[in-house]
């Protein structure tokens, strides 16, 4: 079985800058993918250039089987919800949703039934009468997705939908998403910068920076397993020790998460390694402690469980040890330094 | 769902660029034959005549390359000189008087608590409905050699400087007015209940923040208002005398003497400074930093006793002429014969007595208004729609829109003395189009492009930026999308700009007056003509008449069409 999306080495220039750099990737049937980077990787274009919004010089693309490179977007297969909403400002929020079944020729009845339905779905029942302008953002959104996902597309592209909506609407409404997705089993891409979103939402995550693919995995594997150092600071928070004579006697360096330093020996076989506290910071569950090692200058920040707090003396200045599990250690090789 | 099959039809003797230009989607393709079209369109209508033009500037009479002699020979001629020296002081004199009056008329209306702003609001704009001949001949009658009032003047002559400085003050004071209200109006409240914290005094205050605000308005308005100043020829042409200015001198060489070349000399000269005020003026708009941003709080003014005394004084002085010279064209208008028989009777309103046309230049004048405001409005609208609409980083944009923004520059004059050289040259298979009203339309259209290609552009911005990539993916023709949302969302400015378009069409007289025959007179041509016959009251008749059918329209616009309009945009 062929996978439902296949990008084979895709590149985009803009003059004489490259947007995105060979960029391959497959996504199978009915998963849930993030576009994850900073702002600026090519998120976006990698974005529109699946939905043919942007044109495609070099490279394939494969959507069920079909060469869909050069097909524009009118001849493609998907829905696609924007940052800014886009919702036609002088329709109603039924025409709004009802206007690519017009455009299909669908009967009346068919229409009323189907636009109600999807009402009904996004949780909005009695809202199809008033206009954009008189919603809020989360509820523009999901008119918006209501909108992307009547004409039943095998794909939905979501560029950063989120971001324009409050803490607690986002958080909602990326709820209504992913149980929505869930239940078509539609194969669903959303761009995002923001990791926690990726993380809780993404079957598997694409991370990208300046244009290329940094690392394709579940956000487990890529929160354990970072690929280079750039997704391991960009993903949660690490420490990069760099630790003379490693293995093989390459130089290399360490990366260990704040979590995973400890104040005492919890399992055998840890790396010792002694530390002077520089300073403190409370934070409700865990402890932040910034500590410099003593043979060399650099810092690490470690976030201890505030109940592992008894004894310890943490005034800074006071001089002490802190472990490391072995397993718990990323090795990075030195050139991956910037 | 729809199965999607592969219908790229591969090339492979096409490269890269070529195939993927031609493979583009329909819409993609009608996108590029509208810009096409618009291009094709400017060229035609508005680069052709001026390139023609300035082609003319170049060669002697017998077609031959003569390089800069043209214009050696012009500033060799002392007159000639002399016209242009003249028209730099009009063009100097207008700009300031026009700029103090407009200020503090423009800071009456924003900045304080004046009664009967709607009144001042009214007036302000009246002379905007008038053609320039208007306010002349009123001056003729106020302080002419039979002038009801010419005792004011002191035995001096109102023909020459102080008639057309007067006329030109009048006739520009609408465009400050506008200007420097909307300078004035966007104040930041924020920055005046600074200055009160630092204790400022209202006159510090006023040169601290003030004036510091309305700096770039202040710049544009004088770039705006010198160029009207120097490029019009109504006003001159009735009360200039012995005073020549360049645009009554070209009007000599190009209808008295038939002398082309020299016509496009003067043209060129009167470019020059129309070009340079325009170039400071976006050079210097270029360094604004805009000081009213999202995060401002609208000023409001609170009322303030000896302020708001001292502004209603100050502004009634300023409408007082202005209720005055139009006072005065309506009652000369109705006066039988000056100054014998002052019985008030619509005898000037028998326009066949004075002029062989009649009326028809009238009816002319509405024809011709209301198809350059019907077609002008809708093609000003999709052009600002193909220039949004162009991907990223295409040559057409900035061409069409370099395009639109050069008529700002180009008086109608020089403009009309441009059609005659491309649309009467036998070799142009558009040649048939002289002398008839349709060429009326597209210099009137070119000639008024700029203003109403940056309302249309403002307004497109306003709707989501991503409704056609939308579309694209429900399927819906863009073409669809644009008469289902985009035209409706754009109505109310697309009405502005016909209403725009609608006036100017009517009291203009520059490109005109070079490309009228007598079956297409128009209105505004009507009055210089029988004003030039000795004909004072009707040319004050048909004057109003314009005066009246204009603020006609507005009021109606104001009236019944924003009531309009307001069923149809509910969603706002
Ligand atoms: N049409 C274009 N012409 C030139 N450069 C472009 C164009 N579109 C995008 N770029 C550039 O390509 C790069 C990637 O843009 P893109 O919009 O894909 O970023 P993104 O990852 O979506 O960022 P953000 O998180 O800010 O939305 C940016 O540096 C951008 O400036
Ligand atoms: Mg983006």
């Not at chain 1, 009468?129 to 008119?143: A, E, I, M």
């Not at chain 2, 001949?137 to 002191?154: H, W």
């Not at chain 2, 969302?489 to 490309?515: E, G, Q, R, W």
Request: hydrophobic fraction near 50%; glycine fraction near 8%.
């Amino acid at each position: 079985m062929k996978p439902f999306l296949c990008l084979e080495n895709l590149n985009k220039q803009f003059g004489q800058f490259t947007a995105l750099n060979d960029i391959s990737l497959t996504i199978e049937k009915g998963e849930f993918i993030c576009f994850l980077g900073p702002s600026g990787c090519g998120k976006t274009t990698l974005l529109r250039m699946i939905a043919g919004l942007e044109s495609c010089e070099q490279g394939h693309i494969w959507q069920n089987g079909a060469n869909i490179t050069h097909l524009p977007p009118e001849k493609r297969d998907f829905g696609i919800v924007f940052q800014s909403y886009a919702l036609f400002p002088n329709l109603t929020v039924f025409e709004n949703i009802a206007i690519g079944l017009r455009q299909q020729r669908a009967s009346k009845v068919a229409i009323e039934q189907q636009v109600n339905h999807w009402l009904e779905t996004i949780g909005l029942p009695e809202i199809g009468d008033k206009f954009p302008g008189q919603l809020s953002g989360g509820q523009q959104q999901r008119v918006a997705l209501a909108r992307a996902l009547i004409l039943s597309p095998g794909l939905l592209l979501l560029d950063e939908p989120l971001s324009a909506l409050d803490a607690k609407v986002r958080i909602h409404l990326r709820e209504t998403i992913r149980t929505l997705q869930k239940q078509l089993g539609i194969t669903t891409i959303m761009v995002t910068h923001d990791q926690e979103e990726a993380m809780a939402m993404a079957d598997r995550i694409v991370v990208m920076n300046h244009g290329v693919v940094e690392q394709i995995g579940t956000p487990e594997a890529i929160y354990q397993q970072p690929a280079s150092r750039f997704v391991a600071g960009f993903i949660g928070a690490m420490n990069f020790l760099d630790l003379a004579g490693g293995k093989k006697g390459q130089p290399h360096i360490i990366g260990v998460r704040p979590e995973d330093i400890h104040l005492t020996a919890s399992a055998p076989g840890s790396l010792q390694i002694p530390v002077r506290i520089e300073r403190t910071e409370f934070q409700g569950p865990l402890l932040r402690v910034e500590c410099q090692l003593i043979d060399c200058s650099s810092t690490l920040r470690a976030d201890i469980p505030i109940h592992q707090i008894t004894t310890a003396n943490l005034t800074p200045g006071t001089e002490t040890c802190i472990w490391i599990e072995h397993r718990r250690m990323q090795h990075f090789r030195q050139e991956e330094v910037v | 769902m729809s199965a999607i099959s592969q219908t790229a039809w591969s090339l492979p003797w096409l490269r890269g660029g070529h195939e993927q230009w031609l493979r583009a989607s329909r819409d993609q393709w009608l996108l590029r034959l509208t810009a096409a079209f618009i291009i094709l369109y400017l060229g035609i209508t508005l680069v052709g005549p001026l390139l023609s033009m300035l082609l003319q500037s170049v060669v002697d009479t017998q077609g031959n390359y003569v390089g800069l002699e043209n214009f050696y020979q012009y500033l060799g001629t002392r007159s000639l000189r002399q016209s242009f020296l003249n028209t730099m002081a009009v063009g100097g004199l207008v700009t300031g008087i026009v700029l103090i009056l407009a200020f503090t008329f423009a800071y009456g209306l924003t900045r304080t608590c004046l009664p009967a702003k709607g009144l001042f609001k009214v007036l302000g704009m009246l002379p905007i409905l008038a053609p320039s001949m208007l306010p002349a001949i009123s001056l003729i009658y106020l302080f002419g050699n039979q002038g009801v009032i010419r005792e004011l003047l002191f035995d001096n002559s109102v023909y020459g400087l102080p008639g057309i400085v007067i006329g030109l003050v009048f006739w520009t004071f609408p465009h400050a007015v506008l200007m420097l209200t909307t300078a004035l109006g966007n104040a930041d409240a924020r920055l005046y209940e600074a200055a009160r914290v630092l204790k400022l005094s209202p006159l510090q205050t006023f040169f601290t923040v003030t004036l510091p605000s309305a700096k770039y308005g202040l710049i544009s308005t004088a770039s705006v208002i010198f160029t009207l100043a120097v490029t019009d020829f109504g006003v001159a042409k009735v009360i200039g005398g012995q005073y020549s200015v360049l645009a009554t001198d070209m009007f000599k060489q190009v209808v008295g003497q038939q002398n082309f070349t020299m016509g496009a000399v003067t043209s060129v000269l009167m470019l020059l400074p129309a070009i340079i005020a325009f170039a400071v003026d976006a050079f210097m708009q270029r360094r604004q930093v805009s000081l009213f941003s999202s995060r401002s709080v609208i000023y409001k003014p609170k009322p303030h006793q000896t302020r708001d005394a001292l502004f209603l004084l100050l502004c009634a002085v300023i409408a007082l002429p202005i209720v005055v010279i139009i006072g005065m064209a309506i009652y000369g208008s109705l006066v039988t014969f000056w100054p014998w028989n002052m019985a008030l009777g619509l005898n000037s309103y028998n326009f066949a007595t004075f002029n062989p046309q009649g009326w028809a230049p009238y009816l002319n004048s509405l024809k011709m208004a209301g198809v350059a405001a019907a077609l002008g409005s809708l093609l000003v609208l999709i052009s600002a729609y193909v220039v949004e609409k162009q991907p990223q980083g295409s040559w057409v944009k900035p061409v069409i829109q370099g395009m639109a923004m050069i008529p700002m520059a180009v008086p109608g004059l020089v403009l009309g003395l441009g059609y005659i050289f491309f649309f009467n040259n036998p070799d142009n298979p558009l040649a048939g189009l002289y002398g008839t009203l349709t060429i009326l339309v597209l210099s009137t259209v070119a000639h008024y492009y700029t203003v109403g290609h940056l309302t249309a552009v403002t307004t497109l911005k306003k709707l989501p930026p991503d409704i056609e990539a939308v579309a694209a993916s429900l399927k819906i023709p863009h073409h669809k999308v644009f008469w289902r949302v985009t035209l409706p969302v754009s109505l109310p400015a697309l009405l502005d700009i016909a209403i725009y378009l609608f006036v100017n069409a009517l009291t203009t007289t520059s490109a005109a007056v070079f490309l009228y025959v007598p079956d297409t007179m128009l209105a505004s041509i009507a009055v210089l003509n029988m004003e030039d016959a000795g004909f004072h009251g009707p040319a004050s008749a048909m004057g109003v008449l314009i005066l009246l059918t204009a603020a006609t329209v507005k009021l109606l616009w104001m009236g019944v069409g924003q009531k309009l309009l307001r069923r149809t945009q509910g969603w706002r």
